[in-house]
């Protein structure tokens, strides 16, 4: 039988009405207060009984000091004096807890509470959801950009759907949890000023919700990087990010048990803090750049079209590339074979090259037709430039066995070549933008091949 526990807190900082109600239900079930930490809560087992808190706020403490002050002993004092018991500290947060009946109150002005409280909550919790909530927008912001710039390389990250629901979760959290407690202060200073009491409440199911919604989804990201071969860089990175967590923290336990002043000790934590993540921060490009040196290039049979599927001849001297990202929404892949020659250059002028994006969304297909009908549209605009009056115009779709077809042609007005093997082609679920680099236009045998491998065929 465990003899002590740790359970994650999920209360507001200022909520000590909920902490107070809280630690009571625990050691009815046998489970006393006995430590604070940043997140987790330390208990230790006892007899089940009733057992009385409360919360109290001290502004002046710090979580970097290395003892309590004199105030602070003082105050300790006092309320051991009045049988309270010091169950956990953890900065300006002081829980303490009476086995009497009829305890005397610690916090007997409720406008001194309130001052208490606020002058605590601006040191910690204040500037803390403030500075997330304007990394929420900012990072909001940034996917708002991204997908005006690229819409389906965006709407196919995994990693920024990822980070699009976070931050949103983050942005609702920090919004309700600073909306709650300016609302509270405004009530609770006016009820002060009767000479009442307010209680505090938390939105806990605001936070279960949210570890709800990020668990699974931060484990579905990171299956699917495993899946996709990068699941080695993101676990050096979550790895990477919790070891720097834990060093930083341990930093300042350190600090503060070598007794080293709580300006010391924050100077120093800063310090760690900016040196181990600019050190991590210098080795993930190292670590991506290794990762895709040493990984394979695929076998023909890996590629869903390789230039052997439509050409004959001997093509085991090609380099190869399949790279792809996917989300719940839309997969987006991309394959290239060329020639390698000797010199690492490419003689042979046989080559493919291809994009498919596959929408899981029907409500999404739109998007992606209008994108890629129209990504190339300022490509044309310089009369220098090599593309200059280039445009998709449609073709029959019957031999790809496609819906729409489109070829990249030159318009009115040029006198370049008219075939170009490049073309966009549009299947009920798919859109594959495909360039045949090679002289001749693609037989009915190919352009049928195309549609099976990449329109119908897995990927």
Request: proline share 7%; charged share 20%.
């Amino acid at each position: 039988m465990r003899e002590t526990k740790r359970q994650l807190s999920l209360y507001s900082f200022y909520d000590h009405t909920g902490i107070e109600a809280h630690l009571g239900r625990m050691a009815e079930r046998g489970w006393l207060l006995c430590g604070l930490g940043q997140l987790l809560w330390h208990y230790r087992r006892i007899e089940p009984r009733q057992i009385t808190f409360s919360v109290c706020y001290f502004p002046q403490a710090t979580i970097y000091d290395p003892r309590p002050s004199e105030k602070q002993e003082e105050f300790y004092d006092l309320c051991a004096h009045a049988g309270w018991t010091l169950a956990g500290e953890s900065g300006q947060l002081q829980v303490f807890y009476h086995e009497g009946e009829d305890p005397t109150p610690i916090d007997t002005d409720p406008a001194l509470e309130v001052e208490a409280i606020h002058q605590s909550a601006k040191k910690t919790v204040l500037p803390a959801n403030f500075l997330l909530l304007g990394v929420a927008v900012l990072n909001l912001g940034l996917f708002l950009w991204r997908f005006w710039d690229n819409p389906v390389l965006t709407l196919a990250s995994g990693g920024t759907l990822l980070a699009l629901v976070a931050y949103t979760l983050i942005l609702v959290n920090c919004t309700v949890e600073l909306c709650a407690y300016f609302r509270w202060r405004g009530r609770a200073r006016r009820a002060a000023e009767r000479g009442e009491f307010l209680p505090t409440r938390s939105r806990v199911w605001l936070q279960r919700l949210l570890l709800a919604v990020l668990l699974p989804a931060g484990a579905w990201w990171f299956a699917g990087m495993l899946r996709d071969g990068g699941g080695g860089l993101a676990a050096v990175s979550m790895l990477g990010v919790i070891g720097i967590i834990a060093a930083v923290l341990g930093v300042r336990k350190l600090l503060k048990g070598a007794g080293v002043s709580a300006k010391a000790n924050l100077r120093g934590t800063l310090a760690a803090c900016v040196v181990l993540s600019i050190l991590f921060t210098a080795a993930i490009p190292w670590l991506v750049i290794r990762g895709l040196n040493s990984r394979p290039n695929p076998r023909p049979e890996e590629l869903p079209l390789s230039v052997a599927d439509l050409l004959e001849g001997d093509f085991s001297g090609y380099t190869r590339s399949w790279q792809g990202v996917q989300s719940p929404l839309l997969g987006r892949y991309t394959a290239y074979e060329w020639p390698l020659g000797p010199t690492g250059r490419f003689p042979d002028p046989v080559h493919l090259d291809y994009e498919v994006i596959q929408v899981k969304l029907p409500a999404l297909y739109e998007l992606c037709r209008e994108t890629k009908l129209h990504e190339r549209d300022d490509w044309g605009g310089n009369p220098e430039d090599f593309w200059y009056g280039y445009a998709y115009a449609p073709v029959d779709p019957a031999p790809w066995g496609a819906e729409e077809v489109y070829q990249w042609l030159p318009g009115d007005g040029t006198d370049k070549e008219a075939d170009n093997n490049q073309y966009l082609l549009f299947y009920p679920d798919r859109v594959v933008e495909i360039s045949l680099q090679w002289d001749q236009p693609p037989t009915p045998e190919q352009m049928a091949a195309v549609g099976e491998k990449l329109g119908r065929g897995p990927l």
